[in-house]
C-alpha cells in the first residue's frame, strides 16, 4: 500500500510540474502556513506482523585434504570410473541417537542405487524397513535388523540374497552427519508435493514434537531436510520412501548447481568424517564426476510397496510386510535392463572402417548391437588410413554422439559435426588406434 501510493503521488507532482513548467507566465502561488498539529489526535497505523527470520545455516571449514585423496591441480578433471559393470551401493540411514552405538543401530532408510557407466543411467530401489526377509546366519527377521547385528556387510548381503541386484559398495549416515551434509551445500531446494504433517515427529530426547512443511519449492536446511525425509506420520511408509528417492534428486542437482564437482577433494575429509563406505577416494571422485554426466530423465525410480509386499501381522502382533520376492526381482531385474539400453538406442548408427585391420568394423557393430545400439550398415571408409576413431554428428543428435563416445571410450575430439551421404543417424569411422572396450 505505501509503495503504490507513492508511486501514485509521484505521478501526480510530476504531471502538475510539467503543466507549471508548460505556462508562460510564472505562477504564484500562496501556501497557507499550518498551525501546530497535535500528533496525539492523529489515527493510529494498523501494526504490521514481523516478518519470519531465516535460519542463519552454520559456517562449515574444510577440513585438510586426506592424503588418501589424489592431488589435483587447478582445472584438472576428477579421475574416471574404471569398469563397465554395473555399480551397486546400498545406502544406508541409520536410526542413531548422540548416546548410541552406531555398529548396533537398526536402519531407518535402506535404498539401493545402480550406477550404469556404459550407459550413463541410474536406478534407485527403496526397500521398506518393515519388510520381512531371511537374514543369512540370522533367520527371518525384519530387513532393518541385518545392519543391527551384522553391519554393512550383512545388509549388503542380504539385499543381494533375498532380491538378486548386485550391491558392491555401501554408504552409511546417521542424523547428524546427514545434516551436516545439507547445510555444507547452504540447503536444498525441495518441491514438496503435498504437506508434511506429523504430530508424533520423535525428538532427540525421545520425546514427540509437531512439525509442519509446507507445500512448494522449500530451501531446507539440514534439521528441516531430516524431517522431510525421515517423517513417517504425515502418510505411510511408502509415501516417506518416495520423499527419500526426490530428495536424493534434488541433493544432486543442487551440487550441480553450486558447481561443486571441482571442490569435491576439498570436501572429500568432510565426507569421510559424515559417512562411513567402503568406497575409497579416488572411487568417491569418480563416482561423482560418473553421477554428473547422467541426465535426470535417466534416473529410473522403485518403491518396493504395496504392489510388491502385503502386511503381515507377527509375532507380538508387530506389523510387517511379507515380500512378493519373484515379484520384487523381476520388478528390479526390468527396471536394470532399461537402464542398460544407451542414451542413443533410439539412434541409428553406421560403421565404417579406416583402418586396413580386416573384421575391425564387424566386431565394432556386434558389440554395440551388444549394448543395445541399432547398426544398421557396416563398411569399409573412405579410405584405410585414420589415424583416430571420429564420430561425425548431424545437427540434433549431439546427446547421442557424446553416448556414443562414452560407451566406446572414445575421447571428446572424437565428436565432428557434419553432414553425410548415410540416412543413418551417426557415423562412426574406426582409426588405427580404436580398441573395444574391455
Given at each position: 500500500m505505501f509503495v503504490l501510493g507513492g508511486l501514485f503521488f509521484g505521478l501526480v507532482f510530476l504531471e502538475n510540474l510539467r503543466t507549471l513548467m508548460a505556462r508562460p507566465d510564472p505562477v504564484i502561488v500562496d501556501v497557507p502556513v499550518a498551525g501546530p498539529v497535535n500528533l496525539s489526535k492523529l489515527p493510529q497505523l494498523p501494526q504490521f506482523p514481523q516478518l519470519p527470520q531465516f535460519p542463519q545455516l552454520p559456517a562449515i571449514s574444510l577440513p585438510s585434504l586426506p592424503s588418501s585423496v589424489p592431488q589435483l591441480g587447478p582445472g584438472t578433471l576428477l579421475p574416471e570410473w574404471q569398469g563397465t559393470k554395473p555399480i551397486g551401493i546400498l545406502l544406508l540411514g541409520v536410526d542413531k541417537r548422540d548416546d548410541e552405538k552406531v555398529e548396533y543401530s537398526r536402519t531407518d532408510t535402506m535404498l539401493l542405487v545402480v550406477i550404469n557407466p556404459q550407459s550413463k543411467a541410474a536406478v534407485m530401489v527403496s526397500l521398506p524397513r518393515d519388510l520381512w526377509v531371511s537374514i543369512p546366519g540370522y533367520g527371518e527377521q525384519r530387513i532393518n535388523v541385518a545392519h543391527a547385528v551384522g553391519g554393512p556387510a550383512l545388509a549388503k548381503k542380504t539385499v543381494e540374497q533375498n532380491f538378486g541386484a548386485p550391491v558392491d559398495f555401501y554408504a552409511r549416515v546417521d542424523f547428524r552427519g546427514f545434516e551436516q551434509m545439507v547445510d555444507t551445500l547452504g540447503g536444498v531446494v525441495v518441491d514438496v508435493e503435498k504437506p508434511v504433517k506429523d504430530d508424533e515427529y520423535p525428538t532427540e530426547n525421545y520425546g514427540l514434537m509437531r512439525i509442519y512443511i509446507a507445500p512448494g519449492p522449500q530451501l531446507m536446511d539440514g534439521k528441516t531436510a531430516l524431517q522431510y525425509v525421515r517423517s513417517r506420520h504425515s502418510e505411510n511408509d511408502f509415501g516417506r520412501m518416495r520423499r527419500q528417492q526426490r530428495f536424493l534428486v534434488a541433493?544432486?542437482?543442487?551440487?550441480?548447481?553450486?558447481?561443486?564437482?571441482?571442490?569435491?577433494?576439498?570436501?572429500?575429509?568432510?565426507?569421510?568424517?559424515?559417512?562411513a563406505t567402503d568406497l575409497g577416494a579416488t572411487d568417491i571422485l569418480a563416482l561423482a564426476r560418473l553421477g554428473s554426466e547422467i541426465e535426470k530423465d535417466r534416473i529410473g525410480t522403485l518403491v518396493i510397496d504395496g504392489r510388491y509386499a502385503d502386511p503381515y501381522v507377527g509375532a507380538e502382533g508387530?506389523?510387517?510386510?511379507?515380500?512378493?520376492?519373484?515379484?520384487?526381482?523381476?520388478?528390479?531385474?526390468?527396471?536394470?535392463?532399461?537402464?542398460?539400453?544407451?542414451?542413443?538406442?533410439?539412434?541409428?548408427?553406421?560403421?565404417?572402417?579406416?583402418t586396413e585391420t580386416a573384421g575391425l568394423a564387424q566386431a565394432a557393430a556386434d558389440y554395440l548391437a551388444g549394448k543395445g545400439y541399432h547398426v544398421?550398415?557396416?563398411?569399409?571408409?573412405?579410405?584405410?588410413?585414420?589415424?583416430?576413431?571420429?564420430?561425425?554428428?548431424?545437427?540434433g543428435n549431439a546427446r547421442a554422439g557424446q553416448t556414443l563416445a562414452s560407451t566406446l571410450k572414445l575421447p571428446a575430439s572424437a565428436?565432428?559435426?557434419?553432414?553425410?551421404?548415410?540416412?543413418?543417424?551417426?557415423?562412426?569411422?574406426?582409426g588405427r588406434s580404436f580398441k573395444l572396450p574391455q
Open positions: 541433493l544432486r542437482e543442487r551440487a550441480l548447481q553450486l558447481n561443486v564437482l571441482p571442490k569435491l577433494p576439498q570436501l572429500i575429509g568432510l565426507a569421510q568424517q559424515t559417512a508387530a506389523s510387517l510386510l511379507m515380500p512378493r520376492t519373484q515379484a520384487i526381482r523381476a520388478a528390479i531385474r526390468e527396471l536394470l535392463a532399461a537402464s542398460d539400453k544407451p542414451d542413443a538406442a533410439s539412434a541409428t548408427i553406421e560403421v565404417l572402417n579406416g544398421v550398415r557396416v563398411a569399409n571408409a573412405d579410405r584405410m588410413d585414420y589415424a583416430d576413431s571420429a564420430i561425425i554428428i548431424p545437427s565428436l565432428q559435426e557434419g553432414q553425410t551421404d548415410s540416412p543413418a543417424d551417426l557415423r562412426l569411422v574406426l
